[in-house]
């Protein structure tokens, strides 16, 4: 594995340099890092722990431990460490609000956790793990629909991987189609078509949409519920919603 022989050339190298050195902050954080990246956690917590006590005011050793701490769950200890990063930075930083507020989301503290998410985007509108995170967490319903459009709104700004735009335009077809948008949730839909045409879920949405919005298309309907069992012949939803309409 090649992150894991990266890890190993790295902590030799990390090592020989504290060998030869004076002992350093810095030093002691890369050191952790490439640790952490091995599974050590008790060697990794050794040299974080060294890390800061060289230097109480290395932000970055700070917020690098606590984002190994958040990987193993330990949401308390993560929340504290990520805490004294945002303290000591020369000026707020994004990553460590995004962390914060995935802290806070993993332990049930919603409220709190979604305005640190908040002040990370405020702090980077081009932060799309940022908006991605939040969007998790408020529910899609009608009356967040505003709020939701806009979220994916910048989601699509800031991505061009085909999946995630598909699973964007997917979901805010279906909630376009709560509020009867009718052009809007068609339009959607039919780009999920356009970079997923292999998927036969969406060619179902676009047929119970064209029998619910479009004075009851039948035929076009058939022909989307067709591909999709042509797309994949064990579709049970799709035989049930032919056999509906014939």
Known sequence: DKNLAFADSSILAFKNALIKKVPNSRLCMYLAEALSLKGDSTESRKYFKESVRLDSNNADAYFQ??????G???????EALLLKAESRSL?????????????????????????RVNKSIDLDSNNYNAYKLRVKYINHNLKNQP???ANYG??????????????????????????A????????????????????????????YLLTFSDFKKNKAKKDIDKAISLNDKCWQAYYLKAKIE
């Open 181 to 208: 948008e009718k052009e809007g949730a068609f339009n959607d839909i039919n780009r999920v078509i356009e970079l997923m045409p292999n998927e036969p879920v969406p060619y179902l949405i676009r047929a119970l």
């Open 65 to 70: 431990w606590g984002i190994y701490e958040l």
């Open 147 to 149: 709020a939701l459009l």
């Open 91 to 115: 000026k707020p930083s994004p990553w460590v609000f995004y962390y914060l507020g995935k802290c806070s989301l993993e332990k049930g503290d919603t409220t709190i956790g979604l305005e």
């Open 154 to 179: 910048h989601m699509v700004r800031l991505t061009s991987n085909k999946k995630e735009l598909a699973f964007i335009y997917y979901t805010t077809s279906l909630l376009k189609s709560m509020s």
């Open 72 to 78: 193993l769950k330990h949401l308390q200890k993560s």
